[in-house]
């Protein structure tokens, strides 16, 4: 049974920008003049942008993005994919949260938030996670297979997550890049970050693998922190944006995405690597690449191999491959 309020949005959804009298309304779902008052009012509340003037009546504005946990289960059940969906307005870390849901629960789980407090990125680096314009989120679960089974995982989120921004934000467009092997970028800008966790050792017989994505769909409200200010920015840049239900699309497509990828199916696990390929940011670049033991090396990134690996050639000629690392473009 749908709510005046719901119904009030629907009838304001359906003619699109128009202004409806507060008596038209009433008539339409059976309620009083002051009924419909008090659900515009609780609309509004929630963030729903609804422009209310004499004579004319009421029109909607602005639908707010909100994260619909029930329509992202629903959603992805009908795609045949067995997760169990968690929202939360404020978590310290999505990972942390959906590593506690599969270790508990021994399911699968999609957990994301309006806001983290402790969110983390890379190389014990903080990821900045302002409340309610970025996508949070994390995918969690179990598995019998070993780690090394999942080698290429984070870059496979990566190209599930570049494909599900294209086909939501850009009409399927080919508008992101990849940063090997875990960033988003769109023009110079990163919008997007995965920090991939396992949980196990090479011989145990269960391993939990936790894959966290941050996507910066808005600008913050407050600007990006000064240390991110030359770097970091949004899918939609400041003052662009499409109504509503964007942060429910793109979270669905990533899941879907990814799924699709991890099946194992020859055409699905080329899909992925070609984007990945494709999509690439380095190639050609010169670029500085930092190993995690602390030492760095120049070189000229000549692409990307089967396995995801960075293929690079140095200064006096001779190749190298690189499976990990973090690298940077060095600007002449
Ligand atoms: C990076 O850019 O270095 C990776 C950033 C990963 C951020 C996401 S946000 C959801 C999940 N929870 C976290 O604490 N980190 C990841």
Same mark, same amino acid.
């Given at each position: ?66 994260? @619909? ?26 990972? @942390? ?145 499409? @109504? ?29 690597? @070609? ?58």
């Amino acid at each position: 049974m749908l709510k005046t309020k719901d119904k009030v949005l629907s009838i304001l959804k359906e003619i699109q920008g128009d202004f409806i009298s507060g008596q038209d309304i009433a008539e339409k779902i059976f309620v009083t003049r002051a009924a419909v008052w008090k659900a515009i009012k609780a609309l509004k509340d929630e963030g729903y942008d609804i422009d209310a003037v004499t004579n004319r009546g009421y029109r909607l504005r602005y639908v707010p993005d909100l994260i @619909d946990e029930r329509k992202i289960q629903d959603i992805l059940q009908n795609c045949g994919i067995d997760l169990k969906v968690f929202h939360y307005d404020q978590v310290l870390s999505t990972n @942390d949260t959906a590593l506690k849901i599969v270790k508990e629960n021994n399911s699968s789980a999609l957990v994301i938030a309006e806001t983290q407090t402790n969110g983390r990125g890379r190389r014990g680096r903080e990821f900045y996670s302002p409340e309610s314009t970025g996508l949070y989120m994390s995918i969690s679960f179990c598995t019998d297979k070993s780690i090394l089974y999942y080698r290429n995982i984070t870059a496979m989120a990566a190209s599930a997550t570049a494909l599900a921004i294209d086909d939501v934000v850009f009409d399927g467009a080919d508008t992101t890049k990849i940063k090997w092997v875990n960033d988003i970028f769109i023009d110079q800008s990163k919008v997007a970050g995965i920090l991939t966790e396992c949980y196990g050792a090479l011989e145990d017989e269960y391993n939990y693998i936790v894959i966290g994505i941050g996507i910066n769909v808005y600008a913050p409200k407050k600007d990006f922190p000064k240390e991110l200010k030359n770097i970091a920015g949004a899918v939609f840049s400041r003052g662009k944006s499409k @109504d509503g239900d964007i942060r429910n699309q793109i979270g669905i497509s990533i899941v879907k995405y990814l799924c699709s990828f991890l099946k194992n199916e020859k055409s699905l696990n080329m899909k992925c690597l @070609d984007t990945y390929k494709k999509k690439s940011f380095l190639i050609g670049n010169y670029v500085k690449i930092n190993s995690f033991n602390g030492n760095h090396t120049y070189a000229y990134v000549d692409g990307i191999s089967d396995e995801y690996e960075l293929l690079v050639t140095y200064d006096d000629g001779s190749k190298g491959i690189f499976n990990s690392g973090e690298v940077s473009v060095v600007k002449y």
